[in-house]
C-alpha cells in the first residue's frame, strides 16, 4: 500500500526557513516522481517543485527559485523540502504526492497524495 506522510509544517516568521519531509512507505523513490504542491485558502493547487525518481532531476516553479530545495534520501525513503527566506505569500497547505509515469507539476497526473502540512509564514 503506498502511503506519503508529511510533516515540518509550522508557524515561522518572514525570512525564516523550514523543513519539510514526506516518508514514503509501500514503494521506493527510484520508482515514481515526487512532487511538493502548496494550497492556500481560496486559491487553486499550484505545483511548487519535483524530484526525479530515475536520475535526481529537480525541477522549481519561478516563484520559490533560489529559496527552496527539494532533496531525498533513498535510505529513508524520504524527501525533503528545505524553504528558506520564507514570505508570506508562501502560506498554505503543503503537500507531497507521487506520479509513476511522466515528469512535472500537474496535479491531475499525480497518483497517490498525503495528507498535507500547515506552513505559515507570519510575524
Known amino acids: 500500500q503506498v502511503q506519503l506522510v508529511e510533516s515540518g509544517g509550522g508557524l515561522v516568521q518572514p525570512g525564516g526557513s523550514l523543513r519539510l519531509s514526506c516518508a514514503a512507505s509501500?514503494?521506493?523513490?527510484?520508482?515514481?516522481?515526487i512532487g511538493w504542491f502548496r494550497q492556500a485558502p481560496g486559491k487553486e493547487r499550484e505545483g511548487v517543485s519535483c524530484?526525479?525518481?530515475?536520475?535526481?532531476?529537480?525541477y522549481y516553479v519561478d516563484s520559490v527559485k533560489g529559496r527552496f530545495t527539494i532533496s531525498r534520501d533513498n535510505a529513508k525513503n524520504t524527501v525533503y523540502l528545505q524553504m528558506n527566506s520564507l514570505k508570506p505569500e508562501d502560506t498554505a497547505v503543503y503537500s507531497c504526492?507521487?506520479?509513476?509515469w511522466g515528469y512535472g507539476l500537474d496535479p491531475s497526473e499525480y497518483d497517490y497524495w498525503g495528507q498535507g502540512t500547515q506552513v505559515t509564514v507570519s510575524s
Open positions: 504526492a507521487a506520479r509513476i
Open positions: 509501500g514503494f521506493t523513490l527510484d520508482e515514481y516522481v
Open positions: 524530484i526525479s525518481g530515475s536520475d535526481g532531476g529537480t
